[in-house]
């Protein structure tokens, strides 16, 4: 059986890839009576949770905000974010500092698919347990935090792909978010991401030229 999730029934417009990711703006005004159904949330995450991570662990973990009372609870917590309340979900990205205990889990699912066999799967995970569990906090919180930044990416293109739109928020109390969703020291926080229908679009920006950002061969400022 694959491991990939399965395809959504609903149907999205074929968009061209360069096109989503030129059109992808951070928006702030969405319309407000435009809700998103569990499946098509669900179908967004899908897309999202096909990035990359270090050693495939995975250890992004999502709340889905939806309910009107809880978002409002949340608004002072996002520093009073218009956003919060007037998208369609709010999805709260984390990352698991433990999540190299689920190799076996993962590991399983790969050999029931036909990517490897026990033996390799045995050994593997015998190689995470040694590895991340010798290795300190902060080396481990470094490293998820990459894979929360690539799943978050990949969730908003997905997003735009299917004619939504979002906006990365780092502007909240996380101790405040923490305590209000009750969430563990096991996992740290990376970003909120708005998404929904805008209402307006997002403002045009400019960006460096890749001649400005890049050095070859070496690092030159």
Same mark, same amino acid.
């Given at each position: ?6 395809? #959504? @029934?609903? %149907?999205?417009?074929?968009?061209? =890839?360069?096109?989503?990711? !030129?059109?992808? +703006?951070?928006? +702030?005004?969405?319309?407000a009576s435009h809700k998103l159904t569990d499946e098509e949330i669900r179908e967004l995450l899908s897309a999202a949770v096909l990035a990359p991570s270090? #050693? ?14 809880? @978002? %409002? ?5 996002? =520093?009073? %974010?218009? %956003?919060? *309340?007037? #998208?369609? &979900?709010?999805?709260? *990205? ?6 190299? !205990?689920? &190799?076996? +889990?993962?590991?399983? @699912? ?10 390799? &799967? ?7 347990? @040694? =590895? ?6 902060? +080396? ?7 894979d929360g930044g690539l799943v978050s990416q990949q969730l908003m293109l997905a997003a735009r792909a299917r004619g939504l739109d979002t906006v990365p ?11 209000? =969703? ?5 996992? &740290? ?16 920006? *400019? ?15």
């Amino acid at each position: 059986m694959s491991i990939i999730p399965e395809q #959504s @029934k609903v %149907q999205h417009p074929v968009i061209d =890839f360069h096109t989503v990711i !030129k059109e992808r +703006r951070s928006v +702030r005004k969405y319309d407000a009576s435009h809700k998103l159904t569990d499946e098509e949330i669900r179908e967004l995450l899908s897309a999202a949770v096909l990035a990359p991570s270090g #050693s495939n662990m995975q250890p992004w973990r999502f709340i889905v905000i939806t309910d009107p009372e809880l @978002k %409002q609870k949340l608004l002072p917590v996002a =520093f009073n %974010q218009e %956003q919060i *309340v007037s #998208s369609s &979900a709010v999805i709260a *990205v984390l990352v698991d500092l433990e999540a190299y !205990k689920q &190799a076996p +889990r993962i590991y399983a @699912k790969a050999v029931e698919a036909g990517y490897m066999n026990e033996e390799t &799967a045995d050994k593997l995970i015998g190689n995470m347990n @040694k =590895f991340y569990g010798g290795l300190s906090r902060d +080396r481990v919180l470094h490293g998820a935090l990459i894979d929360g930044g690539l799943v978050s990416q990949q969730l908003m293109l997905a997003a735009r792909a299917r004619g939504l739109d979002t906006v990365p928020m780092a502007g909240y109390n996380t101790d405040q978010f923490r305590e209000m =969703f009750g969430v563990s020291e096991r996992y &740290a926080n990376v970003m909120l991401i708005a998404v929904g229908k805008a209402a307006e679009p997002g403002h045009p920006t *400019v960006r460096l030229s890749v001649d400005d950002v890049t050095s070859w061969n070496g690092f030159h400022q």
